[in-house]
């Protein structure tokens, strides 16, 4: 989109078309496919500039967090945001058709590496396409292989160049099929969730000290929060009649805001609904006990120092096809790297309002499980750091080596013809004013 500009304030940046005569510079194309990934993709953004000097320019498919470090997505994320069969098939069409645009913009762009960022049943589909264009494949986010189809491991060393891991066990399931893989630890370690203002938050919402606070997590996808809403709102309901003064706070994608605030007006307890990663994490700190649907947000709470209850339930079809299939004691990553129920899972039939209830009230009631719960957690996000740099430099730094190498593929694909006489269409540079 050449002469378009556009302006990101928080890095006082501007991004502009690269203009270099002659030659371009390197590209690296990202793909990310729901709000964690683009968390991620903006971070590991972010280094990639510290590390190269604002020399790389960048293209792919994101959400806002990447396009304030100046990616232009290629279409908007959202629509990869789908989770389970029964959710997918509807879609099917269109994903299938933005698979194939994806994989051809990249073949056409010729970018230096491709880095997908979790999201595998898209971004697998994509970089399969891509085999014997000898273009390097980095994946980012490793797919839950000791949890369940562990001969996905097999089956991503044929075609991936090198996989980035966030948990200290996960290398050897890939290393075994001869996938180079690193861990550089946990994005979560990179976010501010521990360093909340939980006063300030209770002052600014006129919630008063001494009420119990609810912090109610219900997910970002739209069909989670559509499954998962009602059933947090009877879990209010019923512990409203048992701790008076009750009150609740939901943080909220800014994409389901409106339709949670609407929701909530009238659960039986009063409700603030926010969002926004600051007001998020001032939130953790001021909640007493957190409802979390399953997710990454239970290792935030868990930096946060929060306690919580875990919930979820599946699509009746996902979820009779997720009891066949998932080979783990626990979905919580606190309790799985500890390897002990220290956090509460309420899932499919158990996430029922007067479980929930139940859960949640031990928890108000008993500042010693508080206590014991925050203690244990602190110790399982001891083990997701590999050393003093954060996860995403440790990234940057292995999607750089792969710039200029050769794909463990070869092929007669894309790399091989000459770099292009003009710059990338799809290619951002960012500069300083």
Known sequence: MPGITSTTPRLDRRVVPTAEAGRRR????????????????????????????????????????????????????????????????????????????????????????????????????????????????????????????????????????????????????????????????????????????????????????????????????????????????????????????????????????????????????PTVVISGDGGRYDAFAAADVALAASGTVALELAMAGTPMVIAYRLNPVTGWLARRVLKIPYVNLINLILGRGVVPELLQQDCHPDRLAEAIGRLLDDEGARREQAQAARQALDSLSPGDAPPSRRAADVVLAHMGRPSRFPGNGARSLPPPAEPHALAWKTTRP
Request: aromatic content about 6%.
């Open 26 to 269: 390197p590209l690296i194309f990202l793909i990310a496919g729901e709000p964690s990934g683009d968390a991620i993709g903006a971070r590991l953004m972010a280094a990639i500039h510290e590390r190269a000097g604002g020399t790389v320019d960048f293209a792919g498919v994101g959400g806002a967090a990447m396009a304030e470090q100046g990616l232009a997505s290629l279409f908007p994320m959202e629509e990869l945001s789908l989770m389970g069969a029964a959710e997918l098939l509807p879609h099917l069409p269109r994903l299938l058709n933005r698979i194939r645009t994806t994989a051809a913009t990249i073949r056409s762009s010729r970018p230096d590496v491709v880095v997908s960022i979790d999201a595998p049943g898209f971004c697998f589909r994509v970089e399969k396409r891509l085999q014997g264009a000898g273009i390097p494949l980095v994946h980012y986010v490793a797919p839950q292989v000791w949890a369940w189809k562990p001969g996905r491991a097999r089956e991503i060393a044929r075609f991936l160049d090198h996989l980035l891991v966030l948990l200290p066990f996960e290398p050897p399931y890939f290393q075994a099929e001869g996938l180079p893989c690193t861990f550089v630890g946990h994005p979560v370690l990179e976010t501010a969730a521990a360093s909340g203002d939980g006063a300030g938050f209770r002052r600014r919402h006129a919630i008063p000290s001494e009420a119990p606070l609810l912090c109610v997590l219900p997910g970002s996808r739209r069909g989670e929060v559509r499954r998962l809403l009602p059933v947090f709102a009877g879990a209010l309901s019923r512990l409203a009649a048992t701790h008076p003064g009750l009150r609740a706070v939901v943080p909220a994608v800014p994409a389901l805001q409106a339709e949670i605030a609407a929701l909530a007006a009238a659960w039986a307890v």
